[in-house]
């Protein structure tokens, strides 16, 4: 490792890893988001990162990947039109949500008599889908396979905002449609494929140019900005470039040929992120809320099946039609919206690339429920409008790290699941990282 690479960097990336696709052919998000006026999310008028073991080293680089069926074989940088399989099947129809599990074992939490999930309907554009306020539990079972001791220990949650979340990831179109210039990232000699067409996630970009990217996303479309960027250098998208060692999962090579955008902390415009009228990054509570769509299982299609033993890669029938991941991903990435949408109508939550959250890492859970509109933990003296900062100053490694949720191309079946939580750096990127954007939806008077 190059001796100015954080250790908290390469400790947050080592399982972080996931990817999610897109169609070549698509255009890039435009227009003013259609829910401007005083509407519910329906449109009417009422209303310390992980490893795959704890605490252990992990190789997201299995031996050579299962066979699946879930696709047809393709070849490379061919994509599927958005919203089909690659078999030519619609992936757009959403799997019946699971009835809730009324004679759940006893680690799971059952939520009181006044926690009321909506019904979950699907009520999308080209863009984005509306999700509804409600309430769930947010984290996994202690004897769900892959669960930590106290990383993502169960509580009950309540939002109580409708919001819309990106219906795919963030794509390099999307990207450059913004204004900003096409992302380069070329690692010679990392033996991982990278996903090159205009509907391929954007990835290695670091925090500071996500919310960058937010802020410029809400300014074109009329909306205030969410962030507060303060003491920044650098331009949006140079930076540390990682490669990823296929057979440790461990980043190789982080020298970044230019300096990159870096910023000495990032502040809320707002009371809190959900009070903001802009775009900006999902908060954990909304990743896993909208990704479960009203399922307490790993998957909305079912649950994760004992596996041989931890941090093996497997075909798990639940997640193969879903996602992107270590059993039918290739070691690549692809193109958004290739596979099964969730009942919400969201496509990739799970695999492909892991997405960044706007929340900060901690390795002791949520805190103590219930919880309404979390907002996850924060720095000692800091306040919500605090959401990062450095520690020590000019000591990026003293940063604490962002949460990051789904999983990758890269990951096991239980790292790309609804409850498994973990975290990386903020200043860098690397090939498995993208993002999707979120906005809270005005609140019905």
Avoid at 40 to 56: F, P, W
Avoid at 76 to 90: F, K, L, V
Avoid at 263 to 290: D, I, K, N
Wanted: aromatic share 8%; proline share 9%; charged share 20%.
């Amino acid at each position: 490792m190059s001796p100015g690479v954080p250790q908290a960097l390469v400790l947050g990336l080592v399982l972080a890893l996931a990817c999610k696709g897109r169609e070549s052919g698509a255009q890039p998000r435009s227009g003013v988001p259609s829910d401007s006026t005083s509407t519910n999310a329906r449109g009417g008028t009422d209303g310390a990162v992980r490893s795959g073991q704890e605490g252990g080293a992990v190789s997201p680089a299995q031996s050579a990947p299962v066979p699946t069926t879930d696709t047809a074989p393709r070849a490379s940088g061919d994509a599927a039109p958005r919203g089909t399989n690659p078999d030519g099947a619609s992936a757009g129809a959403p799997a019946a949500v699971p009835a809730p599990v009324a004679e759940a074992g006893a680690n799971r939490l059952e939520p009181s008599p006044d926690c009321v999930m909506p019904p979950v309907e699907q009520a999308c554009d080209e863009q984005f889908c509306a999700i509804d306020a409600g309430c769930f539990v947010m984290g996994q079972p202690r004897n769900a396979w892959g669960a930590a001791a106290r990383n993502d220990v169960q509580v009950q949650v309540t939002l109580t905002r409708a919001f819309e979340l990106g219906r795919y990831e963030v794509t390099r179109a999307d990207w450059e449609s913004e204004g900003f210039a096409p992302v380069r990232r070329d690692i010679p000699g990392e033996g991982l494929g990278e996903c090159r067409q205009s509907e391929c996630p954007v990835v290695n970009v670091n925090v500071f140019d996500v919310l960058r990217y937010a802020n410029d996303y809400s300014v074109h479309r009329g909306l205030p900005e969410c962030y507060e960027l303060y003491d920044c250098t650098g331009e949006v998208g140079d930076g540390p470039v990682c490669a990823i060692d296929p057979a440790t999962g461990r980043l190789t090579d982080c020298e970044p040929a230019e300096p990159g955008f870096d910023c000495q902390g990032v502040r809320s415009t707002a009371p809190t992120v959900y009070e903001c009228q802009g775009y900006r990054l999902p908060t954990e509570a909304e990743w896993e809320y909208a990704a479960r769509a009203g399922s307490r299982d790993a998957w909305w299609t079912g649950d994760i099946e004992p596996e041989p033993e931890r941090g093996t890669c497997t075909a798990q029938p639940s997640l193969l039609p879903l996602g992107w991941y270590c059993s039918n991903a290739e070691s690549r990435a692809h193109a958004v919206g290739q596979k099964q949408s969730n009942p919400w109508g969201l496509f990739d939550i799970y695999g492909n690339v892991s997405e960044r959250l706007v929340d900060l890492m901690s390795g002791l859970g949520y805190g103590d429920g219930p919880l309404v509109d979390p907002t996850g933990v924060y720095l000692t003296g800091t306040t919500d409008r605090e959401l990062l900062r450095t520690i020590s100053t000019g000591t990026p490694a003293n940063r604490s790290l962002l949460v990051e949720r789904g999983g990758s191309y890269l990951s096991w079946a239980y790292v790309a699941s609804a409850g498994y939580r973990y975290g990386s750096a903020p200043e860098q990127g690397h090939r498995a990282l993208g993002f999707r954007l979120a906005r809270t939806l005005p609140r019905v008077e």
